[in-house]
């Protein structure tokens, strides 16, 4: 496992009480060996004026999957904080939910990347985005 703190998605989910994370819907539902995932709403919170899925939303939900999974990756007295997040939008969404899929892409002492591509309910992809973290502490 290349997890250096172990949670459960219980206690993944319960870090986003009452943070924009909750507020956009954010819900981790899988964390295994090789990621952590997640799944955001498309709806009201989450769309632009126009009903489809907002740019903003979908690099909220690439951070929020890359900054945890960068904090999994820590140890005690440590923390990680986003230093770049480029996205690249293929498809539009305009209903249901999306799931982030998060990757490690480089996990180095001081910083870390990560991969998070986010997927339609039809298994498409709808985004990319790489996220640099810096390890502090």
Not at 120 to 127: F, H, L, W
């Amino acid at each position: 496992m290349i997890w250096k703190r172990h949670l459960t998605l219980d206690e993944l989910n319960a870090t986003s009480r009452e943070t924009m994370v909750a507020h956009l819907g954010i819900v981790y539902t899988r964390l295994d060996d090789e990621g952590l995932e997640a799944e955001m709403p498309v709806d009201g919170r989450t769309h632009q004026p126009f009903g489809l899925l907002h740019g903003g939303a979908s690099a909220a939900l690439a951070e929020t999957l890359g900054s945890m999974a960068g904090f999994l990756m820590t140890g005690d007295g440590q923390c990680v904080v986003g230093t770049e997040l480029n996205a690249t939008h293929h498809r539009a969404v305009a209903r249901g939910r999306v799931r982030g899929v998060c990757r490690p892409l480089h996990l180095g002492r001081q910083s870390q990347s990560w991969e998070i591509v986010i997927y339609d309910e039809q298994a498409r992809r709808c985004c990319t985005c790489r996220l640099g973290t810096a390890v502090l502490g």
